[in-house]
């Protein structure tokens, strides 16, 4: 089993930034991907930002060049820097955790980030 401990979000004036971050402990396997997802009031839950153990990066569109991901692999935490928040940034931000090699996903039990305008 993977526990997942989730810290940060709040609320915040837009263009403010705001921090989050997530660790994983238990049942690991090294290689890995690790990534925020949010969900806004009555949406489907979407991709942030993921980062595999080996580097790779991805961003929906909506947050690149304003929101930062980045992972301690030793540690296995994952952090999301975010700035220049705007009001559609609010939603509750969950920690995904997930082994390719194993067939598993974890998920946080979510942060919630307000932005106010």
């Known amino acids: 089993q993977v526990q997942l401990v989730e810290s940060g979000g709040g609320l915040v004036q837009a263009g403010g930034s705001l921090r989050l971050s997530c660790a994983a402990s238990?049942?690991?396997?090294?290689?890995?991907?690790m990534g925020w997802y949010r969900q806004a009031p009555g949406k489907q839950r979407e991709m942030v930002a993921t980062?595999?153990?080996?580097?790779?990066?991805n961003y929906a569109d909506s947050v690149k060049g304003r929101f930062t991901i980045s992972r301690d692999n030793a540690k296995n935490t994952v952090d999301l820097q975010m700035n220049s928040l705007k009001p559609e940034d609010t939603g509750v931000y969950y920690c995904y955790f997930h082994m390719a090699a194993a067939q598993a996903t974890k998920w946080g039990q979510g942060t919630q980030v307000t932005v106010s305008s």
């Open positions: 980062k595999h153990t080996f580097g790779s990066t």
């Open positions: 238990g049942s690991i396997l090294s290689i890995n991907i």
